[in-house]
């Protein structure tokens, strides 16, 4: 997800979201380590957006 399309989403979309990618981190982890992915790259971009969304909850509840 792109940074602007995190910024119109509203709070409950993002704790949903969040959830989704992490659940889709921890299965693409676990399906690299019993065998190899085709394009592991895909872990870095889905732990990458779980970072966005995360950054962009905590800035939304510190305001």
């Known amino acids: ?3 602007q399309e995190i910024k119109e989403l509203s709070v409950e979309e993002l ?3 969040l959830g989704e990618f992490k659940k ?3 299965d693409l982890k676990m399906a690299h380590f019993v065998t190899p992915l085709e394009n592991p790259l895909q ?7 779980v970072a966005r969304l ?3 909850l905590t800035n ?3 305001q």
């Open 1 to 3: 997800m792109k940074k």
């Open 15 to 17: 704790k949903a979201k």
């Open 24 to 26: 889709q981190h921890a």
């Open 43 to 49: 872990i870095r971009k889905v732990r990458r957006t």
């Open 54 to 56: 995360a950054t962009e």
């Open 60 to 62: 939304r509840e510190n």
